[in-house]
């Protein structure tokens, strides 16, 4: 049997994924979210909360890995977060990137936590 308590923070911690990015996604272009997307940002997060949460270690081929696609993105940001205003108005400002980006730590905790603390349920 698997406790309320879990399932809430579960609950909690989707919740809080789909605040962030609601709330940002009207101010952050889609090309930008594509550009970012799910596993650009979850990747490193999720690296991050497993290597607390689950003890989990990583290689350093893996953590090179995972900067270089970061520095990838970090270059192809950079214009879009400079420019004064054109074509997209005041979107894709830094700290709307950075609100749309934060979204996917929730739901990067939540699915460690899952793993956590459902892996000694059974599953029907």
Known sequence: RISQMKLF?????S???GVFLRV???QVSGII???LGPTIVTIP???VTS???LRTHY???QIGSVIIILGGVVVALLPSLTSQGGETGDT?????VIMWALGSVPLCISTVYQEKALSDSPVH
Do not use: D, E
């Open 9 to 13: 923070v579960v609950g909690a911690l």
């Open 15 to 17: 919740t809080l994924n």
């Open 24 to 26: 940002a996604n009207a």
């Open 33 to 35: 979210q594509a550009l």
């Open 45 to 47: 997060i999720a690296m």
């Open 51 to 53: 290597f607390f949460m």
């Open 59 to 61: 290689s350093w081929k």
């Open 92 to 96: 894709n400002s830094p700290f709307w």
